[in-house]
């Protein structure tokens, strides 16, 4: 271990005696912050994923390269208010990394840089899977997404300063493109406003809140909870305009509401790279716009 | 992956060494008894007293959902002998029924609390990966004491100690490593070396499974626990097969 620091200091040393460039080391816990490093850092970034749009981030089967990559890290980025609790701790207990625990300026967290919709006044667990800090889904919001990339660009120059004009320059291109296709994709979206929607789980949240549509029931009876029959039967007699999924949610109950109330269901990615198409920040919300679009023009 | 990887290895080999101390002569006596699935039931179970504690007490410790954990498995493996007494030629029926029930218990407790749901799932899924040295001391206090009234009781002819220590040991390992290499670590080992005197053949075959696979598991990238139950199956036909083809000398 004190053999590896020095040899660290020497090899640091080297660097910055500008005999190499080195990568700063980046561990995603979720696609959409490797993708929003890769707008921000470019390749100054060697950028490892956790978990990949096919996976349910509240639950990750153990493999070696979580902690390996996490050993090596130069920077975590993890969404926070408790989505990564179920695996993230073990992870970081095992790389034993001081750079990149909780509280260290090489671990960041999405969540605390935007403020929170659904934080409960207390908590009763009898309401199903509710987190504590709020709602963690944040990466649906593209006014969020904005604030969370000005936050990580400042954590990006203060852990690696040689870089931080790249940096600042990168964050104001992203910006910049960023806020036009923001323009452009509320211009697309302005007839979905007030749009009553049946969601399966809450990860949509923050997108309904974006696009001003109204979640008038979940398919889910508490979050967390499966669906059942009772409930589905319940949610028949609530007028809805569409119902909302992700791919990895099943598709039957949405389906059997469909049949019972011809109220019709859209697969939304919920991530970056969840449906073809939908491979960087840009592209996930052309995907989602798009496909709610071409419901409401049916 | 570099060297310093193979690090990663050490916990979850010795986690694997303890679980297999205990459980490769348990898993002898499951075999000899033809109660299969019996880990299976008692895993459930154990979770089930995991998720009754939580449904009674708000925020218990951990010690108390341990001792709750224990107390259900105990229950349970008890309830099991009588039945071995009085049912014996349903046994295997009666054990499947026990774990369907388990199963469904805790899903009808669940049905107002997903967290309960996250614990269930957390207490029978343990990740070998996520061990640490710290994980592995009670494990291994109590196997070792599993071990020393294994050789002091005759297990054979004491069924109760035999389902009582079966109790203990499974709803620590499951914690460990999960309800499915508990199944592999108790029938593998016991089944590829049926017939043979002695424990070291069973040991072996054993500590080879979790070797290979963890290995496997590293070049891969591929999850560690099914990975280890692939190759212990793996090594246990190997090692049928080579028994087959050599003279028989050991027994």
């Given at each position: 271990m004190r053999n590896n620091r020095l040899s660290m200091s020497v090899l640091l040393a080297l660097l910055l005696a500008g005999t190499a460039q080195a990568k700063l080391n980046v561990f995603a816990c979720e696609p959409e912050w490797a993708a929003l490093v890769k707008e921000l850092a470019g390749d100054e970034a060697s950028i490892f994923a956790a978990?990949?749009?096919?996976?349910?981030?509240?639950h990750v089967e153990a493999r070696p390269s979580l902690i390996a990559r996490l050993r090596s890290a130069d920077l975590a980025v993890c969404t926070g208010a408790e989505l990564e609790t179920g695996w993230m701790p073990m992870v970081q207990r095992r790389a034993?990394?001081?750079?990149?625990?909780?509280?260290?300026?090489?671990y960041f967290e999405a969540t605390d840089a935007v403020t929170l919709l659904e934080k409960p006044a207390e908590l009763d667990?009898?309401?199903?899977?509710?987190?504590g800090d709020g709602n963690?889904?944040?990466?649906?919001d593209p006014r969020r997404i904005l604030e969370i990339a000005k936050a990580l660009s400042a954590r990006l120059q203060q852990i690696d300063g040689s870089n931080s004009t790249l940096y600042r320059r990168r964050l104001q291109d992203f910006a910049a493109r960023w806020q036009a296709a923001l323009s452009r994709w509320q211009g697309d979206a302005g007839?979905?406003?007030g749009r009553r929607v049946v969601v399966?789980?809450?990860?949509?949240t923050y997108l309904l809140d974006w696009l001003g549509m109204q979640r008038v029931?979940?398919?889910?009876?508490?979050?967390g909870i499966p669906p059942n029959m009772a409930h589905l039967a319940q949610l028949k007699q609530q007028p809805a305009d569409l119902i909302v999924l992700s791919?990895?949610?099943?598709e039957k109950p949405a389906e059997w509401l469909t049949s019972q109330t011809g109220v019709p269901a859209v697969v939304l990615p919920?991530?970056?790279?969840?449906?073809?198409?939908?491979?960087?920040l840009f592209s996930l919300f052309d995907t989602i716009v798009r496909r709610l679009n071409d419901l409401e023009h049916r | 992956m570099n060297a310093s990887d193979f690090a990663l290895l050490g916990p979850p080999l010795i986690a694997g060494a303890v679980v297999l101390s205990t459980h490769v002569p348990l898993g002898r006596q499951v075999l000899a008894r033809g109660i299969i699935f019996i880990d299976l039931a008692i895993a459930q179970l154990a979770g089930l007293g995991v998720i009754l504690v939580h449904v009674m007490f708000d925020q218990p410790g951990g010690s108390t959902v341990q001792f709750a954990a224990f107390l259900a498995a105990l229950g349970g493996a008890l309830m099991l002998r009588w039945a071995e007494r009085h049912w014996p030629g349903v046994l295997e029926a009666v054990i499947g029924v026990v774990f369907v029930l388990a199963v469904s218990a805790a899903l009808l407790m669940l049905a107002n609390d997903p967290h309960g749901g996250e614990r269930l799932k957390e207490l029978l899924a343990g990740?070998?990966?996520?061990?640490?040295?710290?994980?592995?001391w009670l494990p291994a206090v109590v196997s070792l004491l599993i071990l020393g009234v294994w050789k002091t009781v005759d297990v054979a002819h004491s069924p109760t100690v035999f389902y009582a220590l079966f109790a203990l040991s499974v709803t620590l390992s499951v914690q460990l490593v999960g309800v499915y290499l508990v199944f592999a670590s108790l029938i593998i080992p016991a089944l590829a070396t049926r017939?043979?005197?002695?424990s070291f053949a069973a040991y072996s075959v054993g500590l080879a499974g979790y070797l290979l696979g963890l290995f496997g598991s590293l070049m891969t990238?591929?999850?560690?626990g099914p990975s280890v139950v692939w190759a212990m199956a793996t090594v246990a036909l190997a090692s049928a097969f080579l028994r087959r083809t050599k003279p028989q000398t050991s027994n």
């Open positions: 978990t990949h749009a096919g996976q349910d981030p509240h034993r990394n001081p750079k990149v625990l909780p509280g260290q300026p090489g667990r009898a309401e199903g899977d509710v987190h963690p889904h944040v990466q649906l007839a979905l406003r399966h789980h809450q990860e949509w029931g979940s398919l889910e009876p508490k979050p791919p990895l949610n099943d919920q991530t970056v790279g969840a449906v073809s198409g939908s491979d960087d | 990740q070998l990966l996520w061990t640490t040295y710290d994980d592995l017939g043979r005197r002695g990238d591929l999850p560690t």
